[in-house]
């Protein structure tokens, strides 16, 4: 059986055959007619790919979730690997019915089962106030909103857009939180933990995760902060939970996009909800940059394609050498011992 190509296994110059799915169709004009420009995808990435007149007449449309079969020449375009097919047809559902469709599905590379094991560990071990501890576990071990976490993609795109990529997102964060903490002790650990853990936990329903990841209407009407609240308000008010603190609590989650213009409803206004927002901030940047810097070899620099939501074009530097092992301090026979203490007498 003939090896199959995934998206990882495809080259500047070379040539592409393998099944693909169809992240995003978009139809175009061209001098020499209209055009199709695609996103495609398998478990192992996304590349674009552009079916060029005549053969993009054949297609009266092409939408995302279906599946085709395409064969091209791999180019490059603004310095990203750009797909010219020269043939396409997309899988009758009888051959979609017989495929294994996880090999097109971006999964996070650490098993959700873990993952979420980890979070309840965490939060046994820093929640002692009981209302907080009957809250945060509530929700945890809800089986619906369990289940939710476990699958989420933590956004469309940019960072941790994978199933499997909120839960690590949402553990990455509650631990760089834990650490900042540590620094700065006046701050109340478990108010800033709460508020890692659930503060983007409505992007479970404000996106449909799957094969065609896109905004779900409620995540379009109301936004995942919103409904992360909503979820939450039922298990809060059979929690106990002190009213000074449910009101501070939401307030972290309100205000963790940190200024207006980034669709925030409101700015931090205290240490905890600052802290928050810069943790979140900080971990989808470093997630994006990492995903960037993939495509390097080891040890290899050199400057990404132009990056529009961080406007610049990032570089992967130089690493500073490692220092060897210290070797281990060699014993001292006993007549270097005797010559030792003669020495410092």
Known sequence: MEKRQFIKDIAVNGDVNGL???????QMQAKNGPFWRLEICDSTG????????PLSTS?????AGEVVHLEGRAGLFRDKIDINVDRMRILAPYEMDALDMGQFLVSSERDPEEMHAELLALCKDVFTHKPWRKFVTSVLRNEELAEALKAAPAAKSVHHAYRGG????????????????DHYPEIDRQMLLAGAVFHDLGKAWELSGGLVNDYTDEGRLLGHIHIGLERLEPFIVRSGLERELAIHFKHLILSHHGEYEFGSPRRPKTREAMMLHYADNLDAKMAQMNSLFKGFEEGETGWTPFQPTLQRFLYNP???PEAEPAQRKRRETPKEEQCSLLLKA
């Open 166 to 181: 909120l839960l690590e997102h949402i553990l990455s964060v509650s631990g760089l939180c834990m650490r900042m903490a």
């Open 46 to 53: 996304t590349l674009n790919a552009k079916v060029w007149s």
């Open 59 to 63: 297609f009266e449309t092409l939408s």
């Open 318 to 320: 130089v690493r500073t």
């Open 20 to 26: 693909f799915l169809i992240a995003s169709a978009n």
